[in-house]
């Protein structure tokens, strides 16, 4: 699919992956709709102007399915028919199972996986009219292999996979793709917080023997907002982390 001239949104691009993703995607010169909980500074969707593409900014939470179809509403309405949805936005609340509440277990839940199920319903809609859209979900390594300390988090991320291959085989007659990226251990605010000595240790574990960056991510999602015979499908970003047979 051609990108130039058409809209994009990324849920939860208002810094780290989601921002390099969006700004990953102006540079094919897509119009951007940057999503985050909380008000998005308009320093930042104004730098967009720099790409010369359109950018608006939509804040709200995507777990609650009002709120999402609202901001639907409102990004069409400013930038037209969405053709890429990336659903990026995304929580931890890291505790070993038997320390972990259900309100812990919930809350991270909703955002990752339910806040996927709301958001690529109500635009999959329209874009099944169109016959034409991409729908790139964030998945994690660790929905794929677990992580101690992240039952809950390994669990939304392994239903977004399962949601993403349905969604794919549900939506291919009408010309829309549905895939994964699956990032290991990426160079963010996350990873930041981790001493020296565990990044080397990690790093270890890793084949290419160091983390990732938010660009490699980027340009993965503009591989798949571009490919029009590739659905249903989890890309690991990790590094070689995870191989499969």
Known sequence: ???????????????????????????EGMNIILNGRKEIAQELVASFSSYGVKCIAVSGDISQYEYAQEMIARAEQELGDIAVLVNNAGITNDKLLLRMTPADFEEVIKINLIGTFNMTQLIVKKMMKQRMGRIINLSSVSGLIGNVGQANYAASKAGVIGFTKTVAREVATRGITCNAIAPGFIQTDMTDVLSEKVKQQVSQTIPLQSFGTVTDVAQTAVFLAKSPYITGQVVNVDGGLVMHD
């Open 1 to 27: 699919m051609k990108l130039k001239g058409k809209t994009a949104f990324i849920t939860g691009s208002s810094r780290g992956i989601g921002l390099a993703i969006a700004q990953a995607f102006a540079q």
